[in-house]
């Protein structure tokens, strides 16, 4: 009788010295998101997850290690001569919205589906990517080294999670960033600039004429920028988005304030740095600027890199996608690839289908064998 493909994922991973069926990979995955779910961790207070996540390792007897509350751990037969591949995801979460109506830190399985906060985003990935690490794991014949980087500080875009911890990483030729994306491939990801702005005008009574009032000057500016169109536009993102997410100005009826501050969400696209996104707004608009940061610029890797082609090859598509990650502040090749949707994420009652925790370790496995 010819072999199903269960059968088949069984023989080859009993060839690479893996002692784990598909069910088994999906149990650990889906018990250990459980516990993930059930010790809060948000950004900056991620201490006790980590110490759950080093527990799951431990308890199979492989060695991690940590800086901070970023956990991470190499390959049996690591080879200091090899490339590295880095698996790396989040454990941090955003705080729960009020609109949850269920508790967010109790796990509950219902309708082949685990809900609880961070569920979805990025705890999916994380315990897929555990479980493909695993897989991985005692394979003495790897082409390049495997290391799984679980992080903090992800929702913040923190300097204490990834970015603090990549320096520590051997050698690492290529990033598989996990986040929910469906499986498919984010070939390229906006980056993210954050800017203060300031109009000056003249303060009076309002009774008398003003034609120095920074609120008028300020929506007149304002109404530029917004509608402006920048040169290049991306084939993969688009075009650069500017967003006015918050405007303050004045304090009383009868007087006409000194200034208005707002701030801009800029969402810039593998066209352009985040410096030269700055420098043109600068030079269209008459407020004073101040940008927050320059560091999470926008990334891309190339169509026909071998872990794109692997991803196509196995029917997977690829994407721009709208929304940055760790991706931003990764100095090395990544695509961004995991299990769930990104529209579910920082929603109330977050959830995560175990169809997809199941798709995910499959899709990870089909995708690596192809390249390592």
């Not at 508790?103 to 609880?116: M, R």
Request: charged share 25%; aromatic share 8%.
């Amino acid at each position: 009788m010819k072999p199903n493909y269960k059968t088949k994922l069984i023989i080859k991973m009993k060839e690479q010295k893996s002692y784990y069926s598909q069910e088994e990979l999906v149990l650990n995955a889906t018990e250990l998101l459980k516990k993930i779910i059930a010790t809060p961790s948000l950004s900056k207070d991620e201490y006790d997850v980590s110490l759950v996540i080093e527990g799951f390792f431990h308890q199979r007897n492989i060695p991690t290690k940590r800086l901070k509350n970023n956990i991470w751990a190499v390959n049996q037969y690591f080879d200091e001569t090899k490339p590295s591949i880095v698996l790396n995801t989040h454990h941090d979460t955003v705080k729960p919205n009020k609109a949850f109506t269920i508790d967010p830190f109790i796990p509950i399985e219902k309708d082949g589906k685990i809900f609880g906060l961070g569920s979805n985003d990025a705890g999916a990935s994380l315990v897929s990517m555990v479980q493909v690490f695993l897989h991985f794991y005692e394979n003495e014949n790897l082409s390049h080294n495997l290391i799984i980087a679980l992080t903090a500080e992800e929702e913040i875009s923190g300097k204490e999670g990834i970015e603090l911890l990549f320096p520590q990483l051997p050698n690492v030729e290529l990033a598989i960033v996990g986040e929910p994306t469906k499986m498919n491939l984010a070939i390229a990801e906006k980056g993210l600039l954050v800017i203060d702005g300031e109009m000056l005008g003249t303060a009076s009574h309002a009774a008398h004429p003003n034609q120095d009032n920074a609120i008028v000057k300020c929506m007149a500016d304002l109404d530029h920028i917004l509608n402006f169109k920048f040169p290049k536009v991306s084939p993969y993102l688009g075009e650069v988005k500017v967003t006015l997410s918050v405007i303050n100005a004045g304090t009383q009826h009868n007087v006409v304030p000194e200034k208005c501050n707002f701030t801009l969400d800029v969402r810039v696209t593998d066209e352009y740095s985040n410096k030269e996104v700055f420098e043109i707004i600068q030079s269209e608009m008459k407020s004073k600027l101040t940008a927050r940061s320059f560091r999470l610029n926008s990334s891309r890797i190339n169509e026909d890199h071998p872990i794109v082609k692997a991803g196509l090859e196995i029917g997977r598509t690829t994407y721009g996608s709208p929304t940055s990650s760790d991706q931003a502040i990764i100095p090395c090749t990544s695509v961004k690839i995991g299990p769930g949707d990104s529209t579910r994420s920082h929603t109330a009652d977050e959830f995560i289908y175990i169809n997809e925790i199941n798709e995910g370790i499959e899709i990870y496995i089909k995708i690596l064998e192809k390249i390592l």
